[in-house]
Structures are given as C-alpha cells and as structure tokens.
C-alpha cells in the first residue's frame, strides 16, 4: 500500500488512483530561458523516481511534464542574445535534454508539452472563466477574480483570503479589482511575441499554462501534481482556483512537493545568484553520483549542496559497485563443495527486499530504501571472503540482479560494474573459450553446449558472433 503525503490535506493518505492501475501524474517542468541548475535537477530526478517506482509496484503511468516557453525572463534573454523567443525555447530545451540525460530521466513514454503548442487549450479556458463570471477583461488584460472564489482560495497553501489581503502590496494600478487577482491573459507589448485572442493580441499568463496542459493530456480530474515547494503559492494555487472554476474537475487529488537545495542555508535561486548548474556540476561529478546524491535525502527535506557532499555520495555509490564486483568474482570462481550456503546473507537479503518496498511506500522514502541496500550490501562484502556452495553462489547471483534492479530500474542510478573481473580470471575465461572453439570446430557440439552452460552458471553469458566469441558477466 503506497502512502503519500499530500499538501492539500497536510497528512500522509493511502493512495488511491482514479483508475485501478493507472498513474496519471502532472509535474511543473522549467521556464527554459537559462540551462537548469541543480535546484531544478532536483524535482526532475525526484519525480522521474516517483514514475519509476509506481511501475515498479506494477502501474502504468500517464506522466506529463511541460516547458514554459514564452515568459517575461525569455523575452528579456531574447533581446539580449539578440535571437527569436523560439530560438531561446529550443536552445535551452535542448541544454535540458542534454543535461537531463546525463542524470538518467526516464524519456519513454513521457509527454512534454510546450506552453505555446497550447495558447487555444488556454483561450478556450479563458473564456470559459469570464462566461461564469470568475474573470473579467481589463484594457486588453484578462484576471481571474479571486474574490468570487474566495470561500476555496488559499487551500493549499493554508491561507485565508483575509491574511493574504492584508498582506498583499497595494496595486498602484487601476487595471485591476483586487491586488490578488491574477493574470490569465495579458496585452501585448511593443517588440513582445503574441497571439490573437478575443481581448486581442496578447500571450498568456503563467499560471493557465499548466491548467491548459494538464486539463489537455490527463483530464479535468487526475490522480497526481508534483513541483518544487517554492510553486506552492501562488502558482498551483491559482492553477486550483481556474482548474476547477474552468474545467469543471476536481483538479489534482494528490499534490507533492520536494524541498529546497540550499547553498550555505540559503534557498539555491538563480534570481538570488547563489546557483550551480547541472552542467557545470556534470564536469566534476558522474551524473549518477548526482542523481544517488539527490536521492539519499528524503524528498519533503531541504538538501544542503557542496562537493563535500556529493563526493560522499560517490564513496557510497562505489561502496555498493564494488561489492557488486566482488560477488561476480566470487560467482566466476564457481562453487566449492565444503563451501558456505550463506543462509545469514539470504535472511539479510528477504529482510532488506521487504524494508526498501516498505520504505518507497511511505511516502517515496528513497533514503530508507538507499540504506536497506547498504545494509545487504555490507552483508555481501562478507560473503565475498568465504567458500561459497553452490546454493550460495545462486543465492549471490540473485542479489546481485535484486541490486543492479532497485538501483537502475527503480532509482535511475547506473552501476559499473561489467566485467569487473581480475585479469586472471578474464585470462581463464578466454582461455575457456579458446577450448569451446576448438569444440566447435571438430563439431563436438556436446562439449560447446556444455561449457557454454557451465560458464552461464557461473554469472558468464557468452555471445557467439561471425568471427569471435565475445563474454559478459
């Protein structure tokens, strides 16, 4: 049973999906007017994790992820590298893939929308709003009245509308009735992109993008939106306020949110200048040590960055490669007939089995779940000393598919550990091989069968090729 804690409710609920096996899931993707730093790596991982983790537990999931790709920031980097608005989008989405790929997101199947392949999706929202008298038309502007929604508005950042007023600056502007009155549409302006709409020409606000995207690929009523802490307010709570006024849904049933990465305890932003970029990281660090950084901290808690950390990550990382190494060295050398079944390891492995799927279900705690590998992990470094039967070279065998598993398939975290073998022991492997060819060549089909088998039992697949034999472990 997969439990989440959902910001809407403040308490960790059972999830329950709209349709029984299915995932839909709508997570805040970048403004693409920079490359992304680590801040933003971070949802980017932590939600990728989250989609790997439900298919892991057997759903199907439906994952969207948008580009805001016309945006005041964009404008201005428009003008000042003197290209088109398209061509800043396509210049930074691409630095996203490029960047993303090397922290291993999970591209297939994925459905990433752009906000201006959407501006009818928002128009048709729009007008729907001002029909039902949730917005109103200002000299070419369109606001969404938040007075009219006010008995729900500030759900889910636990507000009220009383606090926020009091709170809000004064609007030395005319245009609008209340100072929390957001914009869905806005005018154009001199030099700026736009689209035609009823109130004019104009591009949209940011928040009605993602209601756009989200109402499009996954419906008025979905199970999961994820984002970083900091679009809390206002940005999901007004996509709430014109969701439901606009679309007619219940909107989002669970809402996540990851922390902060912090720089010296400061917030990581790249409008405060204290920022990293993923691709400046990337020079000095594996992007899988990043990604097994990120996740070694649960995602609801802040994460303090610095290489003294991340270069703890790697010692973990390497710690759990090589004892993957050493177990394959340890299945290579074959079974010893005296030798240990490793009965202590296999309640050590059905005992660590069990805690990281009982810690993903509490809330996607990657952190727990990391720590039940190192546990076993310790385990198998111990192993790895002793005679082992055969009963515990299966046994080690297994293990070593459970780990590379969890950790590739479900973490997203790549382990190099392929043909880490002694050179005495690839001598011996090829020197086994020398003799199957022989085999092959006096037709001896029996023998080649059977060294084959043999070697297969041992952890070595073998690929027989036009010209060569080619191994693996």
């Not at 790596?41 to 298919?55: G, K, L």
């Not at 090397?102 to 729907?128: C, D, Q, S």
């Not at 969404?144 to 008995?151: D, I, L, Q, T």
């Not at 010296?264 to 790249?270: L, R, V, Y």
Request: hydrophobic share 35%; aromatic share 10%; proline share 3%.
């Amino acid at each position: 049973m997969i439990k989440i804690y959902n910001t809407l409710t403040g308490k960790l609920e059972e999830f329950k999906p709209l349709k029984e096996g299915e995932v839909s899931m709508y997570v805040c993707g970048p403004t693409v007017y920079n490359y992304i730093h680590v801040g933003n790596a971070r949802p980017a991982i932590f939600f990728d994790t989250v989609r790997r983790y439900f298919e892991f537990r057997g759903y199907k999931v439906k994952y969207v992820q948008n580009f805001t790709d016309v945006d005041d920031k964009m404008i201005k980097r428009a003008n000042e590298e003197g290209i088109t608005l398209k061509e800043v989008a396509d210049k930074y989405i691409n630095g996203y893939f490029e960047d993303t790929s090397k922290v291993n997101l999970k591209e297939e199947g994925m459905i990433r929308p752009k906000a201006t392949e959407n501006i009818g999706e928002m128009i048709k929202i729009i007008k729907k709003l001002i029909n039902d008298g949730y917005a109103y038309e200002s000299q070419g502007d369109v606001y969404f009245n938040v007075e009219k929604y006010k008995n729900e508005y500030g759900v889910l950042s636990k507000q009220s509308i009383e606090d926020l007023q009091s709170g809000a600056r004064i609007d030395i502007s005319e245009i609008k009735k209340s100072p929390l009155d957001f914009a869905l549409w806005k005018s154009a302006k001199p030099g700026e992109p736009s689209w035609k709409s009823p109130w004019g020409e104009g591009r949209p606000g940011w928040h009605i993008e993602c209601s756009a995207m989200s109402n499009k690929y996954l419906g008025p009523t979905f199970d999961i939106h994820g984002g970083g802490q900091d679009l809390i307010f206002p940005h999901h709570e007004n996509e709430i306020a014109q969701s439901k006024c606009g679309t007619g849904g219940e909107f989002a049933r669970y809402w996540i949110h990851n922390g902060y990465i912090n720089i010296k305890g400061e917030k990581m932003s790249k409008s405060k200048g204290n920022f990293f970029l993923l691709r400046d990281i990337l020079k000095d660090f594996d992007g899988n040590v990043i990604r097994f950084f990120i996740l070694s901290s649960h995602y609801r808690k802040p994460i303090d960055f610095s290489d003294v950390e991340l270069n703890q990550s790697k010692a973990g990382l390497e710690r759990i490669e090589n004892a993957l190494s050493r177990a394959k060295e340890k299945i290579v050398s074959g079974p010893k007939d005296n030798g240990s079944s490793l009965e202590e390891l296999k309640e050590i492995y059905n005992q660590s089995k069990e805690k990281f799927v009982t810690s993903m279900d509490d809330d996607f705690n990657t952190a727990q779940g990391i720590g039940s590998i190192f546990e076993l992990v310790k385990e198998v470094n111990r192993s790895a000393d002793l005679d082992v039967n055969k009963d515990g070279i299966d046994l080690l065998k297994e293990i070593v598919e459970y780990i590379v598993n969890v950790m590739e398939n479900v973490l997203g975290v790549k382990l190099k550990i392929e043909n880490q073998v002694g050179n005495m022991t690839g001598e011996l492997i090829e020197f086994i091989l020398d003799l199957r060819r022989d085999a092959r060549d006096n037709k001896d089909w029996a023998l080649s069968d059977k060294i084959r088998d043999r070697l297969l039992e041992m952890g070595i697949k073998i690929k027989d090729g036009k010209d060569k034999t080619t191994w693996s472990i």
